[in-house]
């Protein structure tokens, strides 16, 4: 069961939990559409709809998010014509292997994962099983496609060793063949929260700028991000103005952080006048991506033409796995 393709197979997705946001943008689209414009690869990009039932969910917000997600990755320069581009939930391959990858992952290994306790501290009332099985619904994702190349953000780390265990003791206790996947890291890796704890998320109100933002929101986003009297001995390392700085560097250049940083250190920094350069900075790279959404919103009928063109390719690789998968493991 090996990988007829000789090139190199990526596999990416972002849940379909709310528009996409400068976190997304830089540590997942980013590596993204650099792996789409090299030909040694073969690329597939996911919305990953189904990950979204894992929190709670309004059912017609999930409706409309995983079909905005696909006009995001347009948007952003997902090319159909170079990268499988598809929903989730079209391709039911996906569930099944995540049941037989559920037979070789122990209880114990999901508990501990940061990202579960994380989430269930978010929603205390929602420790399900699908919040559990969500990495291994993941390995899933991934090696369906027997990718080996995967451009998501630090925070998913964890889940991508995980895909590699669950590769191991498939290939081990089954003699398939999936590759031990690694992760495609960007600059942006982890882009801080804008609410001064943790990282960028949709799911956490004033923590993002989302790509569709207009100017206006985006200087009142950085507007509520937290600072400090703008003077001291040491540059904060953690906290509202180590973030600020994060973002200067991640648009502005190193250059310009250490120019700020100078100022922090002796004159002091001026935050109002930091947050309107840098809100001038994001809009600057939003802009080109809000003018091409627009004109998506004007031919839905070539969105959905993606979305089920995409759905047929990315059937025809994963069911072809789950057959092999069947066939090794007894089943068939
Ligand atoms: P949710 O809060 O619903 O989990 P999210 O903002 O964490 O949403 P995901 O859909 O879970 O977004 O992640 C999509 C991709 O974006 C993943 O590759 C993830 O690693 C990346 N990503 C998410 N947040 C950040 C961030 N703050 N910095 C860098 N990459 C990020
Ligand atoms: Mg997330």
Redesign the pocket.
């Known amino acids: 069961m090996t990988n007829t393709t000789t090139k190199h197979r990526v596999l990416?997705?972002?849940?379909a939990?709310?528009r996409l946001?400068l976190?997304?943008y830089?540590?997942?689209v980013k590596g993204m559409l650099e792996l789409q414009a090299n030909p040694d690869y073969e690329t597939l990009y996911m919305v990953?709809d189904a990950h979204?039932v894992t929190?709670p969910y309004e059912v017609e917000s999930l409706r409309k998010n995983r079909r905005e997600v696909v006009v995001d990755y347009l948007a952003c320069g997902l090319d159909p014509e170079k990268s499988i581009i598809f929903q989730q939930a079209m391709v039911p391959a996906h569930f099944e292997l995540e049941f037989y990858f559920s037979s070789v992952t122990t209880i114990a290994k999901m508990q501990h994962l940061p990202t579960f306790k994380d989430k269930v501290k978010q929603y205390p009332e929602h420790a399900t099983m699908a919040l559990l099985n969500y990495p291994v619904l993941m390995a899933a994702d991934i090696l369906v496609y027997k990718a080996d190349s995967v451009?998501?953000?630090?925070?998913?780390e964890p889940h991508i060793e995980v895909a590699r265990e669950i590769a191991r003791r498939m290939n081990q206790g089954y003699g398939t063949d999936f590759p031990e996947p690694q992760r495609f890291a960007t600059a942006?890796?982890?882009?801080?929260?804008l609410a001064g704890e943790g990282?960028?998320?949709?799911?956490?109100d004033g923590s993002?700028i989302n790509l569709t933002d207009d100017l206006a929101q985006i200087k009142k986003v950085l507007g509520g991000a937290p600072t400090d009297s703008g003077k001291g001995e040491m540059i904060p390392a953690q906290g509202g103005v180590a973030n600020l700085l994060t973002f200067v560097e991640l648009f502005q250049g190193k250059d310009r952080r250490a120019e700020y940083e100078q100022m922090y250190l002796s004159s002091g920094l001026k935050y109002g006048y930091l947050k309107s350069e840098l809100a001038d900075s994001i809009f600057a790279v939003l802009k080109p991506i809000q003018e091409k959404r627009k004109d998506l919103e004007s031919r839905p009928e070539y969105v959905e033409e993606v979305i089920q063109t995409g759905a047929a390719k990315a059937r025809a690789i994963a069911d072809q796995t789950v057959a092999e998968v069947k066939a090794k493991m007894g089943l068939a």
Do not use: E, W
């Open positions: 990416s997705g972002i849940r939990t709310g946001h976190g997304n830089l540590g997942a990953a979204a929190t451009p998501v953000g630090i925070d998913q942006g890796g982890y882009v801080p929260s990282k960028m998320s949709k799911s956490v993002y």
